[in-house]
Each structure stands twice: as C-alpha cells, then as structure tokens.
C-alpha cells in the first residue's frame, strides 16, 4: 500500500421489519459519531416523503436532519467532505446502491445502510441482503408479530400496493412473523 493510498472504509447494515427500530437506531449512531468530532451526513430518497422530506423520522417523532437525493451516484456525489454516510430506507435504492457503498468504502468512509430485510412479496428485498453479505457489522432488528407476538421478520401490505417500492405509513404495513405473514397475490409491479 503506498502512502496515499487510504484504508478500506466500514460498512454497517441495519436490516430487519418495519416498525422494529431501524432509523432510532441509525440516529444513535450517527449522534454518537457527531460527538466524536466525526463529519456524518444521512441521505434518504426522495420517493421517501412521508412526516417530513428533510429529516430521518422515527415512529416515536425523533429526527435527526438528513439530504433528499434522487440516487445512489448522488449519494456519493455530496459525500466527499463525510467520515460518516448513513443511507435510510436502503431498499428504495435498488442494486446500484451496491456500487455507491463500494465507491464509499474505497475512500474510506463509514457507511451505515438501513433497510427492510423483506418485500411485501416475502422476498429478499435488494440490496438489502447482499449489502448484508458485505458489512463488517449487521444488526437485525425486529419488532413483535402484531397477530401472535413472535419476532416480525415480514412486513405484511394491509391495502393494494401499487409500486414496489414500498413507501408507506403506518395504516399500510404491519410487522408479521413467518407464520402470519401472506404473501400478496398480486405480482410485484415492475421496478423503474
Ligand atoms: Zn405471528
């Protein structure tokens, strides 16, 4: 390695259900990083515009600031002067997110990705599990069935789903274990 060479950077995946504590957990980090004097920056896509287009937002209304981007190359394009990069929602980026994590790690940043391990199909939902074969560190989160109480791997579509993206309230989605989760019927509307 030569000296102007930079160590590889460090990649955290934060996968697991909806309303398991993902972005409270993502927000702890990226506080904790901050105050260590670390230069953090969280992006979320803007096809996220639920509570409020400017903020990672919990369910119990913490928020912590973060930048509307339209894709992954944008994510890296504004993260030049960051130690810290977190990317909220990871699965509405698609797989080209992989490629921008990657970019990341090779300048030697921190990357924490937040994501839904699941589709509302019960799939894998990209780039979520391939991003966790590639973190140092992944935390899964889940929270409680809301049939049965058991851990709420699934999240379960509670009304026609018309992208797949998944953008969605708390009216639309409930977590669900194996067992209580059905699949939808309806196949997966075309990715753009
Ligand atoms: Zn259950």
Known sequence: ??????????????????????????????????????RVGAYKH???????PDHLITHTQDRFPAIRVADAAEVVAR???????AIDEGHFFGRILIDAVNT???AGKRVIVVGL?????GRPFTPMPQLSEMADDVAHVYSACRVCGGQA????RMVPIDTPTMVGGVHQYEPRCQRCFEPLDAPPPEME
């Open 1 to 38: 390695m030569n000296a102007t060479q930079r160590s590889r950077g460090r990649l955290e995946v934060i996968s697991g259900s909806m309303f398991s504590g993902k972005t409270e957990q993502l927000i702890a980090r990226l506080r904790e990083a901050g105050t260590r004097g670390e």
């Open 46 to 52: 803007r096809i996220d515009n639920r509570y409020d």
């Open 79 to 85: 993260s030049n002067h960051l130690d810290t990069v």
């Open 104 to 106: 990341l790690l090779e």
């Open 117 to 121: 391990e699941h589709d509302a199909w």
């Open 153 to 156: 791997r699934y999240t379960q």
